[in-house]
């Protein structure tokens, strides 16, 4: 039986950190079947090779639309739309013609 270094083993606050996402988020993947972690009493563990397969496989997309919600109450998400809509050279609606 090969050992896994603990180097390698995430608690639920590294494996937020490590993916820069809400822990909160991380679970919610977790009760989903989206991310493999293992429940160990209350706490949560989870792999760092599973955490990167879960990233190579993801719809990035998907990701960050499921992220959003951690903008929420950001003051300067406004400017940053305006900013990436303007980049862009288009306007965030269509206009009719």
């Known amino acids: 039986m090969s050992q896994i270094s603990t180097d390698r083993i995430f608690t639920l606050r590294e494996a937020a950190k490590y993916l820069k996402i809400p822990e909160d988020k991380i679970k919610q993947q977790v009760i989903q079947g989206k991310i493999q972690g ?13 955490i ?6 993801c ?9 959003s ?5 950001d003051d300067s998400l406004e400017k940053l739309r305006l900013m990436i809509y303007s980049e ?10």
């Open 69 to 73: 919600g951690a903008f929420s109450g």
């Open 88 to 97: 862009r050279g288009r306007p965030e609606k269509e206009t009719d013609s």
């Open 52 to 57: 990167d397969d879960w990233l190579s496989n």
């Open 38 to 50: 293992q429940r160990i009493d209350d706490e949560w563990r989870f792999l760092k090779t599973a």
């Open 59 to 67: 719809d990035h997309r998907t990701l960050l639309i499921g992220q």
